[in-house]
C-alpha cells in the first residue's frame, strides 16, 4: 500500500509564495516520477511539475520561472517552491507517484492566491 501525504496549501496574496510538500509511505522498490499536478474549477486536472529519480525535472510552461520541484529522502519527498503566485494558480494540488505501471495520488492541498 502507498500512500502520499501533502501539506503546505494555503491563501496567499498575489505575488505571494507557498511550499508544497508530499511525503510517501509504503513498501516498494522505487517511485520512477513525482510530481504535482493541479486543477481548478470546472478545469481539467493538468501537470504542474514532476521530477525523476535521476532528478530531472519537467514543468508546465505556465510555471517555469515561478515555481521549483525538488526531490530528497531517498526520493520519498518532494517540494513544490511557488514563488510570484497568480490568482490564476488558484487550484486543489495533487501529489502523484508512479511506481511500475501504477499512478498514486495524494489527497489534494488547496491553494487560493486572492487579495
Known amino acids: 500500500q502507498v500512500q502520499l501525504v501533502e501539506s503546505g496549501g494555503g491563501l496567499v496574496q498575489p505575488g505571494g509564495s507557498l511550499r508544497l510538500s508530499c511525503a510517501a509511505s509504503?513498501?516498494?522498490?522505487?517511485?520512477?516520477?513525482m510530481g504535482w499536478y493541479r486543477q481548478a474549477p470546472g478545469k481539467e486536472r493538468e501537470l504542474v511539475a514532476s521530477?525523476?529519480?535521476?532528478?530531472?525535472?519537467n514543468y508546465a510552461d505556465s510555471v517555469k520561472g515561478r515555481f521549483t520541484i525538488s526531490r530528497y529522502n531517498a526520493n520519498r519527498l518532494i517540494y513544490l517552491q511557488m514563488n510570484s503566485l497568480k490568482p490564476e494558480d488558484t487550484a486543489v494540488y495533487y501529489c502523484?507517484?508512479?511506481?511500475?505501471?501504477?499512478?498514486?495520488w495524494g489527497q489534494g492541498t488547496q491553494v487560493t492566491v486572492s487579495s
Open positions: 502523484n507517484a508512479k511506481i511500475g505501471s501504477s499512478d498514486y
Open positions: 509504503g513498501i516498494f522498490f522505487s517511485i520512477n516520477v
Open positions: 521530477i525523476t529519480s535521476s532528478g530531472s525535472s
